[in-house]
């Protein structure tokens, strides 16, 4: 029974690969199981046995994809023929307070950190192209202020929504809440290689994710701000002398490619959003992001 049951879901999701092989494709561009190398082995205990650590890192690749809640993510792995499938048909899938443990445990070790540079190591290896230069920008993830009652009492969870480390800012007079996304990308190929995750009200000066090789370009938020970068190619403001704005257009043209990476997150992902309420807690969403952003524009540049 068990064979046919396989051979009709299969049959059902070559119809789905056909229509919509996002998934697949961006599953087939990675070896997953070099991240399992990154996590400790756990000693054997009473319980229930613990989930493939795997399983776990593709769920928040999914997540971030589709800027799904956790319970909503729960909901989907069993709805969704293609969710189950790039997950390999788990025997158990974990319910969301899982995921929001797994998660938590992320915040707590450097993993998250270990993860991010074997993606690195993986993209390199693929020889995508490049350009001279990098691109650093800056993008709020808004939150909601919360309350102290949030209804998750006994659920694993905070027992409040309000938010511990967003904080108000302002931009050209509108007020924002929340956190910031500070990145750093390669020209040419858009692969973000650095990331950083402040709250709102942090300016995006005060942030260097460069280092000493680097040409690095910006726009006028970094305006008259140091930078480890051999190159600073930071737009100027104030009044400009023709030079300067001369200048202001190259640099303007060449890290025009950084704002790629921040509409693709926010559009095609519907992501720039949090509910989770510490710096802590959202750098590692942020991470998850960003790397499904990355595996989704190296499928783009595989095919290319």
Not at 215 to 231: L, N, P
């Amino acid at each position: 029974m068990k064979n046919l049951l396989d051979f009709a879901l299969q049959e059902r999701y070559d119809k789905v690969k056909k229509l919509r092989p996002n998934l697949e494709e961006m599953k087939n561009l990675l070896n997953w199981n070099t991240f399992l190398t990154l996590f400790p082995l756990e000693e054997a205990s009473r319980g229930r046995p613990a989930y493939d650590k795997i399983l776990m890192v593709r769920l928040l690749f999914l997540q971030s994809w589709y800027s799904l809640s956790d319970e909503e993510l729960e909901f989907q792995v069993y709805d969704r023929l293609s969710f189950q499938h790039f997950l390999d048909y788990p025997e158990r899938i974990p319910d969301f307070t899982t995921v929001w443990r797994f998660r938590d445990e992320l915040t707590e070790t450097d993993i998250v950190d270990q993860i991010w540079q074997e993606l690195q190591q993986q993209i390199t290896a693929k020889n995508v192209r490049i350009e001279k230069g990098v691109i650093q920008d800056a993008s709020f993830i808004h939150a909601d202020p919360g309350k102290t009652n949030s209804g998750m009492d006994d659920r694993g969870m905070a027992k409040t929504s309000r938010s511990r480390d967003g904080s108000w800012t302002k931009k050209n007079g509108k007020s924002y809440f929340g956190f910031k996304l500070h990145s750093k990308m390669q020209r040419g190929s858009k692969i973000i290689t650095e990331i950083a995750v402040t709250t709102a009200k942090v300016h995006d000066s005060n942030i260097d994710l460069a280092v000493q090789e680097d040409i690095i370009y910006r726009d006028t938020a970094y305006t008259g701000v140091k930078t480890k970068a051999r190159g600073n190619g930071s737009m100027k403001r104030g009044k400009l002398s023709e030079h300067d704005k001369l200048r202001n257009k190259r640099i303007s043209k060449k890290r025009s490619q950084g704002e790629h990476p921040y509409a693709t997150i926010h559009r095609s992902f519907g992501g720039g959003n949090t509910k989770l309420t510490t710096v802590a807690r959202v750098f590692v969403q942020q991470v998850f992001v960003c790397m499904a952003y990355n595996l989704h524009r190296l499928r783009f540049l595989v095919k290319s």
